[in-house]
């Protein structure tokens, strides 16, 4: 993982303002631990509340419509998101394809649309089992990299790709390290034909089943630069399981007590030395930078009308 790691919770369609306390607690944490970039894509009816609970995180949605406005009931703009507080969007994800038949040509002009307005993308691609079993996982992938990735001038500066195997999403199976590290290699190469030396600044996450107790090693592979994380993002206790394995991967991951305690449920107990050992004294002997403190105070000070 030579990039700096990228953490990215998508909470699906789960979430109201009661989840926002995770949101806090992943935000305070994540300012100690500013070797890996973290955020969250919640629904959107939480984006603006959760960007001004998590001022330091990146605040993503789900998805976009690719026009400015218009007559599309339902939908929301690239505009209207970034409006909101967020700093990017997922296109792509497998559900959206299979939920709402995405092609490869909406899901580029999405990402096109958001990119147009100053958004960042996770462009996610994926094969399904039948796919990988029979031994067309790559040139799927190839294919839906072709077809959706944004062609604009300077669009890799602001794209990320996920490369989410859909029968490892919420499944609790993943594929082989080398079958991860080969993927990767793959698309890397894809990135460099489509963006030549541009290429250069795309991160690949991994997303499919991503714990706690195997991010690490999922981490670690050839040309993995972070994950993109459904069902483990939805806790504070196990989203900071991976955002560590990510930040201080010789950290080893343990209990996770330490974690609830750092949401601010019992913060005066330090952990013992080995495993995770976020305490208080922990967190509070990194130092947060000066550009972080500066963008809470700005945003706790003058929240955005919607
Ligand atoms: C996802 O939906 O993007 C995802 C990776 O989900 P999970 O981590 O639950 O497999």
């Not at 909470?11 to 300012?31: N, Q, S, V, Y």
């Not at 990146?58 to 970034?82: E, I, N, R, W």
């Not at 343990?254 to 208080?280: F, T, V, Y």
């Amino acid at each position: 993982m030579a990039k700096r790691p990228y953490i990215v919770g998508n909470w699906k369609m789960h979430g109201t303002r009661a989840m926002l306390a995770e949101a806090r607690a992943i935000d305070r944490a994540a300012e100690r631990l500013p070797k890996a970039d973290v955020a969250l894509a919640p629904p959107h009816t939480l984006i603006h509340a959760t960007r001004l609970e998590a001022s330091l995180i990146g605040v993503g949605a789900q998805d976009c419509h690719p026009a400015d406005g218009g007559a599309h009931t339902g939908d929301v703009s690239a505009a209207m998101l970034k409006d909101a507080g967020a700093d990017f969007v997922i296109v792509g994800h497998s559900e959206r394809r299979a939920d709402h038949g995405e092609s490869d040509a909406l899901i580029k002009a999405k990402a096109e649309a958001a990119i147009a307005v100053g958004l960042g993308v996770i462009v996610c691609v994926g094969e399904t089992e039948a796919q990988r079993d029979a031994g067309e996982a790559e040139a799927v992938v190839a294919a839906q990299l072709a077809g959706s990735l944004p062609q604009a001038e300077g669009a890799a500066d602001k794209v990320t790709v996920a490369y989410e195997p859909v029968w490892a999403i919420g499944t609790g199976r993943t594929p082989t390290i080398a079958d991860v590290t080969a993927m990767h290699r793959s698309i890397r190469a894809r990135l460099e034909a489509i963006y030549g030396a541009g290429a250069d600044a795309v991160r690949i996450l991994y997303g499919g089943s991503v714990k706690p107790d195997n991010a690490a090693e999922l981490l670690a592979a050839d040309e993995v630069d972070g994950a993109l994380v459904g069902g483990a993002s939805l806790t504070a206790e196990s989203f900071l399981g991976i955002i560590v394995a990510a930040a201080e991967p010789r950290r080893r991951f343990a209990a996770p007590q330490p974690l609830l305690r750092m949401s601010g449920k019992d913060p005066s107990s330090a952990h013992p030395e080995e495993g995770l050992s976020l305490s208080k004294a922990h967190l509070e002997g990194l130092r947060v930078p000066r550009a972080c403190r500066a963008r809470r105070a700005r945003l706790n000070a003058t929240p955005e009308p919607l």
